[in-house]
């Protein structure tokens, strides 16, 4: 069965600092992985995938990820932290057979202070 | 373009009603999914629709819930006899599926409180 495990259930950053949000996955097969950002009271929002070819997916609002086949991770990034990235961050899996249900993980809270 | 919509916005009910919530998916998109987010489970995957079938329904808890999609578009899981562990926000996403690498878009959620 695949899964997704967020280590990190809360990460604090300093505003312009940089912030990484950590994913490991695990997966039979090619994973396609998936980041989403959740602001309070509000639905998900996506930010980027990872299917195949550079191991480096840039998305949405500056962030970025890099997937690692040999430490099954794929781990959230960005150079410099705002205020307003502060969030609730879902990392997921994309299952291959019956239909590609979304599985994530627990989700990490992001909170930049000024 | 309009994105995912769902309705209502929050519902209140009491133990033993039964509740409908709909999901309007973005046009065109033929996958939608039904997912629950709540403190204890976090996202939990419930049903998936490819057109107007469900292949997939193994995520629904129990046979109170259940979902019809009518026209390849417009959803409404139903619950009946509501419980207090029913409580929760049921999230609704859609995709194009022209590939099965699509992305999901989900829409604001219905937050369900059961009294």
């Known amino acids: 069965a695949q899964s997704v495990a967020q280590p990190e259930d809360q990460v604090n950053v300093a505003e312009g600092n940089p912030l990484t949000v950590k994913c490991t996955y695990s997966v039979s097969g090619n994973p396609y992985l998936f980041w989403y950002v959740q602001y309070p009271n509000r639905g998900l929002q996506f930010l980027l995938k990872y299917i195949t070819g550079d191991n480096l997916v840039k998305g949405s609002y500056g962030f970025e990820a890099e997937f690692n086949k040999s430490q099954t991770s794929f781990h959230l990034k960005k150079p410099s932290a705002l205020v307003s990235d502060s969030a609730l961050y879902f990392c997921a899996v994309r299952e291959i057979n019956q239909g590609g249900k979304l599985i994530f993980g627990q989700g990490t809270e992001l909170s930049v202070k000024p | 373009g309009a994105g995912v919509s769902q309705s209502p916005s929050n519902k209140v009910t009491e133990k033993g009603k039964d509740v409908e919530l709909r999901c309007d998916p973005i046009s065109g998109h033929t996958a939608l999914y039904w997912y629950r987010q709540s403190l204890g489970q976090g996202l939990e995957f419930l049903i998936y629709f490819q057109g107007n079938s469900a292949p997939d329904k193994s995520g629904l808890p129990s046979d109170r819930f259940s979902a019809e999609r009518t026209g390849g578009s417009v959803s409404t899981l139903t619950i009946q006899r509501t419980q207090q562990e029913d409580s929760a926000v049921y999230l609704c996403?859609?995709?194009?599926?022209?590939?099965?690498?699509?992305?999901?878009?989900f829409g604001p959620g219905t937050r369900l409180t059961v009294l």
């Open positions: 996403a859609s995709s194009a599926e022209r590939r099965g690498t699509d992305t999901q878009y």
